[in-house]
């Protein structure tokens, strides 16, 4: 055991706050090492990392420069470089002690995040959790960084504020402990809370990661799948390590073998952020009759001429039938809801996805094939979620649906959609817009007193960000994408 009483430090303003300078030689290096990174978001992150860091472990070493300071550990610079590649924050092992340096270069800290990482993954959590704030941009050249405080790990567990959007946990700055004196009365005590266990991968499921997560556009691939499946796979050094190498391009994307599609997976991970198949939303909702049905099949379902011998066509006969487009729709739709694996629905879908030139019949045949055929190359997939405009005088429902067609290796078609939810008119002026990943807009469309629905179509590569903006009066929703 060491002693934390020598972790008081005076700071100028504060007595409980510990205040380094930064030395401007180690801010040149962290930033050349950090170009050792995929992309600006990861660079910076490393950049902050790294000159947290060595301050901090100076400063230790200072404190104790005439006792026997206990064993250091802080991990290998290529095992530390594939973490600051996804996560921020850095692990420091001081004997049995084991403290998570946060960094954050935000004025005037009000939170401290912690990212999920740090705290549900079994051997990652730690003991004590440090708020650092840097000043990079100091008066006359001078930079510093300050620890602002501490949180333990059952204190974010059990009073930490958990954000899903960005997966952190959250406590008000106020809310920590300022003087690291305090760590020295609770060495000893259990200051963890019980975590859940991390699944276990197979070697597909960890190359099928691997593939997805492995596109250095990808600038938050923490956030893309579900989290047991990211914790698991990051967890292991060998996977952490590949996937680092993936990203900057040392190697090559592997062949992924008896995987899904990454566009089925990708809906899986927004319907776990609280999205829904549209076959969910009708059926939740009882919308057979309403104004989203309507909307969404533009004219009315026919089941082909009745004096047929087969009396009502079967689905397939439906689907070959040229000649009403509209039947063609509904029957490509009913296939999706067949028993899974079925080959003559998936060969009958298949063909029409790959023959039909009408876009909405080719939508529909992908977004079944998803369902019916995870695995096959073709499947799309769509997605909804049911947003509420509340104006005035009313409040108002809408669908913002979105649906995903794979169109070669590595672009996606984009299909948006807004439709009403219980009239046969959407709001109006109720505002459709498409930004691009800097913020700016390239689509936008009003809804005026007749419109039905807002649509538009687009392109886009892997990694591609952009987000989707509706706007009525003075209500205004975002959502964000990554293809």
């Known amino acids: 055991m060491f002693d934390l009483t020598k972790l008081q430090s005076v700071d100028y303003s504060?007595?409980?706050?510990?205040?380094?300078?930064?030395?401007?030689?180690?801010?040149?290096?962290?930033?050349?090492?950090?170009?050792?990174?995929?992309?600006?978001?990861?660079?910076?992150?490393?950049?902050?990392?790294?000159?947290?860091?060595?301050?901090?472990?100076n400063w230790i070493s200072e404190v104790w420069a005439e006792e026997d300071l206990p064993p250091i550990y802080v991990g290998k610079r290529q095992d530390i470089a594939s973490l600051w590649e996804v996560v921020n924050g850095t692990a420091i092992e001081i004997g049995e002690t084991r403290l998570v340096l946060i960094p954050s270069?935000?004025?005037?800290?009000?939170?401290?995040?912690?990212?999920?990482?740090?705290?549900?993954?079994?051997?990652?959590?730690?003991?004590?959790?440090?708020?650092?704030?840097?000043?990079?941009?100091?008066?006359?050249?001078?930079?510093?960084?300050?620890?602002?405080?501490?949180?333990?790990?059952?204190?974010?567990?059990?009073?930490?504020?958990?954000?899903?959007?960005?997966?952190?946990?959250?406590?008000?700055?106020?809310?920590?402990?300022?003087?690291?004196?305090?760590?020295?009365?609770?060495?000893?005590?259990?200051?963890?809370?019980?975590?859940?266990?991390?699944?276990?991968?197979?070697?597909?499921?960890?190359?099928?990661?691997?593939?997805?997560?492995?596109?250095?556009?990808v600038y938050s691939p923490r956030l893309l799948v579900p989290f047991g499946e990211w914790a698991s796979f990051l967890a292991n050094d060998e996977c952490r390590q590949q996937l680092y190498n993936l990203r900057l391009g040392i190697?090559?994307?592997?062949?992924?073998?008896?995987?899904?599609?990454?566009?089925?997976?990708?809906?899986?991970?927004?319907?776990?952020?609280?999205?829904?198949?549209?076959?969910d939303i009708i059926e939740r909702l009882g919308l057979l009759d309403?104004?989203?049905?309507?909307?969404?099949e533009?004219?009315?379902?026919?089941?082909?001429?009745?004096?047929?011998?087969?009396?009502?066509?079967?689905?397939?006969?439906?689907?070959?039938?040229?000649?009403?487009k509209s039947n063609q729709l509904r029957a490509a739709e009913l296939l999706g809801c067949v028993e899974p694996g079925n080959q003559e629905a998936i060969s009958a879908l298949t063909h029409l996805r790959e023959t039909t030139e009408n876009d909405?019949?080719?939508?529909?045949?992908?977004?079944?094939?998803?369902?019916?055929?995870?695995?096959?190359?073709?499947?799309g997939v769509r997605i909804g979620k049911m947003i509420e405009l509340k104006m005035e005088l009313d409040s108002d429902r809408v669908v913002l649906e979105i649906t995903l067609l794979p169109e070669g290796s590595d672009k996606t078609n984009i299909f948006l959609r807004v439709l009403p939810v219980r009239s046969k008119t959407l709001p109006q002026n109720l505002e459709l817009i498409i930004l691009d990943e800097d913020g700016e807009v390239f689509w936008e469309e009003k809804a005026h007193h007749f419109t039905n629905r807002l649509m538009y179509e687009f392109r886009g590569a892997i990694g591609d960000n952009f987000q989707v903006k509706l706007a009525c009066g003075e209500v205004s929703i975002t959502e964000d994408f990554t293809i």
Request: proline fraction near 5%.
């Open 360 to 379: 909405a019949l080719k939508r529909q045949a992908a977004v079944s094939l998803g369902k019916l055929d995870p695995k096959n190359a073709a499947a």
């Open 298 to 324: 533009g004219e009315g379902y026919r089941y082909g001429d009745s004096s047929s011998p087969k009396g009502i066509p079967t689905l397939l006969d439906l689907l070959r039938d040229r000649r009403h």
């Open 105 to 217: 270069d935000e004025g005037d800290l009000e939170e401290f995040c912690v990212p999920q990482e740090w705290v549900d993954i079994p051997n990652w959590n730690a003991d004590y959790y440090l708020a650092v704030q840097m000043n990079l941009d100091g008066d006359d050249g001078e930079c510093w960084m300050e620890v602002l405080g501490f949180a333990t790990h059952r204190q974010l567990k059990h009073e930490g504020k958990y954000n899903a959007a960005d997966r952190t946990y959250v406590l008000p700055i106020q809310e920590l402990t300022k003087s690291l004196v305090v760590m020295d009365i609770t060495l000893g005590l259990n200051l963890q809370a019980e975590v859940s266990p991390l699944p276990i991968l197979s070697k597909v499921e960890s190359t099928q990661l691997l593939h997805t997560l492995g596109n250095s556009a």
């Open 251 to 279: 190697i090559q994307e592997p062949l992924v073998v008896e995987s899904q599609s990454r566009l089925v997976e990708w809906a899986k991970t927004y319907i776990q952020a609280g999205w829904e198949t549209i076959d």
């Open 14 to 57: 504060n007595s409980c706050l510990v205040r380094l300078t930064i030395d401007p030689a180690d801010i040149e290096t962290a930033w050349h090492e950090a170009q050792e990174h995929s992309n600006p978001l990861s660079r910076y992150n490393a950049y902050l990392n790294s000159v947290c860091l060595k301050p901090f472990l």
């Open 290 to 296: 309403s104004g989203l049905m309507y909307a969404m």
